[in-house]
Nanobody, 129 residues
């Protein structure tokens, strides 16, 4: 079992930065792949970024590529999502998710929500223009 808790969200102005954290409980977290997803009001939840167990493989949605950096510190059971140059369209609830194996599909790598067994409760990010 893995329990995930997100933090770091809040209100930010366009152009600012935020660092989201996903802290996990569970001894096996260091062997889990982690994904960040977000859901804006009235929209479906979408993939943002993913990272493999070691941090050596990362993936990003086109919408955040170049503005986001995902990383992890397995000693702290934590995965980070650094978001820079925030835009109003980044406003959403951000969720982290984890699973022991997350592969690739025709839609991309780490993007399939059904591949993740464990989800956090989410943290709200609101970007004002």
């Amino acid at each position: 079992q893995v329990h995930l808790v997100e933090s770091g969200g809040g209100l930010a102005q366009a152009g600012a930065s935020l660092r989201l954290s996903c802290v996990a409980s569970g001894r096996a977290f260091s062997s889990y792949a982690v994904g960040w997803f977000r859901q804006a009001p009235g929209k479906e939840r979408e993939f943002v970024s993913g990272i493999n167990w070691s941090g050596g493989e990362t993936h990003y949605a086109d919408s955040v590529k170049g503005r986001a950096t995902i990383s992890r510190d397995n000693a702290k059971n934590t995965v980070y999502l650094q978001m820079n140059s925030l835009k109003p369209e980044d406003t959403a609830v951000y969720y982290c998710a984890a699973d022991s194996f997350v592969g690739c599909s025709v839609y991309g790598c780490y993007v399939s929500q059904s591949s993740y067994d464990y989800w956090g409760q989410g943290t709200q990010v609101t970007v004002s223009s």
